[in-house]
Structure formats: structure tokens, C-alpha cells
């Protein structure tokens, strides 16, 4: 195998040279790595980069920080799952975390608590996700419609070299309906759905409600991206779920 003992050394000084332009590298920063956050390697004759711990641990506390303060303390080993649909949400979550859920229902049921310990688990195996509310996605959209330079989470799904994303989306419905924003999630979501990517969201609505409240061809998309569609309610004995298809409104 050639080496590539030149364009790691190029790629680690290149990185820690951005990292001081930008301020964030005061040439006090990590040990191993300089504070570029990557690491030369040797393996045998040949050389490579991996990333560093201190840079696998910053990104952690960035995606921690887009949750929600209130939820932060949120995992599955705090969930108290109290009815049948709530104890099949975390079956689901602890058999496959990476499948697209959707948690829709009644207010005070743990939806968020569940869409925020899926986003620990995927985010801590490495995946690149989002944690991203109504608001939040509209913002960032319109941000990047006014500024080319801005980078939103529709250029993050539309880059070539990625190979797996999962957006977590809470609160779907709370947003105010307008050309735009249904233009803009709908191209979102499109891109997602064309590429494989993964979604899981909350709504205090089920899908079939949320046809009243949003673009249909948003609802019918989210519902398509979905392999799991739970509707949780309260005092609930048993499990109810309510998508599109299984209302037979396709």
C-alpha cells in the first residue's frame, strides 16, 4: 500500500492552521494532537490520520448542546416506560436505534425524552445527525436562501462524500405555514428520502391530523421515510399506531 506519511502531515498542519485563523487554537490545545483534532498513525511502513479523542469529544458536547436544556439528562436508562406503546418504543430503540421512528400523541407521554435518547445512541456510534426543532430547521433554510455561504442541514444531505445521516426532528407541527417553508422542507425531505437517509421526529398530532396542519406531500413523505409510526396516548393500554398506510389512505 502507498504511503501516505505526506498528506497526513499536509492534512494535520493544514487543520491546525484553519483552527488559528479561526481563533480556536491557541497552540495550547490537545497533547496528541496539537489541537487540529487528528493524529498521525503508523501502521507497519505506512502512515495515516485518525481522529483524536479530544476532537470525538468536542463534537459530543456540540451535539449536546443543540438538544433542548430541559432534556438534556435524557436517555433510555431514565425512560419510565409506564403503558404497552411506550415499552415497545424503547424495545424498538434498544433492538435497532439507526430505524426511523415516529413518536406522535398526546402531550407529557416521554416523546421527546425518546426522540433525544435515540439521538445519544446514534450520535455516540459516530453517525453525523441533527438535533433540530420546527423552528430551528426553518431558520436555518431561510439563513442559507439569504446567505450562499451558509451552510444548513439541506447542504449537509447533499453532500456526495456522506454516507449516512439521521435528522432528529421535534415538534413538527409548530411552525406557520407559508410558500416557503413548505418548498423548503419538502426539498429537504426529498433529498433525505432520494438518498436513504433516516428521520425521526415528534408531533403532538398523528399523521392523518397532521394533513390539517401542514403541505400533504410533507406529511405523505414523512410517513413513506417511517418505518415506525407509534401514537402514544394517555392511560393507554396498548399500542396504537397511525400511519398513512395503515389507515389505508394510500
Given amino acids: 500500500m502507498k504511503s501516505i506519511k505526506p498528506q497526513a502531515k499536509l492534512l494535520q498542519e493544514t487543520l491546525r492552521e484553519r483552527l488559528e485563523e479561526r481563533g480556536e487554537n491557541d497552540g495550547q490545545g490537545c497533547p496528541n494532537c496539537g489541537g487540529c483534532g487528528w493524529m498521525s498513525v503508523t501502521r507497519g511502513t505506512e502512515m495515516g490520520v485518525v481522529r483524536c479523542a479530544c476532537l470525538t469529544e468536542k463534537i459530543r458536547k456540540e451535539r449536546t448542546a443543540k438538544i433542548p436544556e430541559r432534556f438534556r439528562h435524557c436517555s433510555l436508562e431514565n425512560y419510565k416506560a409506564k403503558n404497552k406503546v411506550q ?7 434498544c433492538e435497532n436505534p439507526f430505524r426511523s421512528c415516529a413518536f406522535l ?7 421527546t425524552h425518546l426522540l433525544v435518547a435515540q439521538y445519544r445512541i446514534v450520535s455516540a456510534q459516530g453517525m453525523r445527525c441533527e438535533f433540530l426543532t420546527t423552528p430551528d430547521i426553518l431558520l436555518d433554510l431561510r439563513q442559507a436562501k439569504l446567505d450562499a455561504q451558509h451552510h444548513s442541514v439541506l447542504h449537509t ?3 456526495p462524500s456522506l454516507a449516512a445521516f439521521h435528522l432528529f426532528w421535534d415538534d413538527v407541527e409548530k411552525f406557520k405555514v407559508s410558500d416557503f417553508s413548505d418548498e ?11 438518498r436513504g437517509f433516516s ?3 415528534t408531533s403532538n398530532f398523528n399523521f392523518i391530523q397532521l394533513e390539517e396542519k401542514l403541505d400533504r406531500a410533507i406529511v405523505r413523505r414523512l410517513d413513506e421515510m417511517c418505518q415506525h409510526v407509534l401514537e402514544f396516548k394517555s392511560n ?7 400511519s398513512l398506510r395503515q ?3 394510500r
Avoid at 415499552?87 to 430503540?93: D, G
Avoid at 400523541?105 to 416523546?111: A, I, P
Wanted: no cysteine; hydrophobic share 45%; glycine share 8%.
Fill in 199 to 201: 428521520i425521526s421526529l
Fill in 157 to 159: 444531505v447533499r453532500d
Fill in 105 to 111: 400523541g398526546d402531550h407529557r407521554q416521554g416523546k
Fill in 87 to 93: 415499552h415497545t418504543a424503547v424495545e424498538l430503540l
Fill in 184 to 194: 423548503a422542507l419538502f426539498q429537504l425531505l426529498r433529498v433525505m428520502y432520494d
Fill in 247 to 249: 389507515a389505508g389512505e
Fill in 236 to 242: 393507554q393500554a396498548a399500542v396504537v399506531q397511525t
